[in-house]
């Protein structure tokens, strides 16, 4: 099975920084690669899908990056309302689907 | 608007089954994979299987073959997630979710809005 492993596990910065989140898979996952936002008590948003590429109304201020096994999510000038837990996940063919352990992101 | 809309909250005792219901509307049903992950109080996502509604092709975690069952109905537009002899360590909150089929990845686009399961004696 393939696994993805976020790095920190949590994190804290103040307003207007920037953070970044790593995401390590086990084996090569081409750029199926995405990441979502899950603020407390509300079900996950797709923020990046294929690796890179922001969905339709996320503010661009996310971005995403990477390939083969070693990923990148970055939030440039951090916002309050970023506070949330960030998590990668990887699709390969339907036959195996598996989420990163997430990152929690607060405000210093 | 496109969206997914879950079936209630539920709170069963342990050995005991349950179905949850999830109903698409405001897209093509039929034309995109739907599926199905849980989340443990306090953990990480953890996807359970996904389902084709238009021929109800199904796949499965690996790690949870056999103890989840998904099915969909065309017809209502409606995907289904079933859990037999419920044990405390399903407690979880149960969401469904749209699969992108415009993305390579197959990213999940648009979720339900969450299931509440409770196992406890």
């Known amino acids: 099975d393939i696994q993805l492993t976020q790095s920190p596990s949590s994190l804290s910065a103040s307003v207007g920084d920037r953070v970044t989140i790593s995401c390590q898979a086990n084996q090569y996952i081409k750029n199926y690669l995405n990441w979502y936002q899950q603020k407390p008590g509300k079900a996950p948003r797709l923020l990046i899908y294929d690796v890179s590429n922001l969905k339709t109304g996320v503010p661009s201020r996310f971005s995403g990056s990477g390939s083969g096994t070693d990923f990148t999510f970055t939030i440039n000038n951090l916002q309050p309302e970023d506070i949330a837990t960030y998590y990668c996940q990887q699709y390969d063919d339907r036959l195996s689907l598996t989420f990163g352990g997430g990152t929690k992101v607060e405000i210093k | ?121």
């Not at chain 2, 539920?10 to 849980?38: A, N, Q």
Request: net charge neutral; proline share 3%.
């Open chain 2, 1 to 121: 608007e496109v969206q997914l809309v879950q079936s209630g909250a539920e709170v069963k005792k342990p050995g005991e089954s349950l179905k949850i219901s999830c109903i698409g509307s405001g897209y093509s049903f039929s034309r995109y994979w739907i599926g199905w992950l849980r989340q443990r109080p306090g953990k990480g996502l953890e996807w359970l299987g996904i389902i084709w509604p238009g021929d109800s092709e199904t796949r499965y975690s690996p790690s949870l073959q056999g103890q989840v069952s998904i099915s969909a109905d065309k017809s209502l537009s409606a995907a289904y997630v079933q859990l037999n002899s419920l044990k405390a360590s399903d407690t979880a909150m149960y969401y469904c979710a749209r699969q992108d089929s415009g993305t390579y990845s197959g990213a999940f686009d648009i979720w339900g809005q969450g299931t509440m399961v409770t196992v406890s004696s």
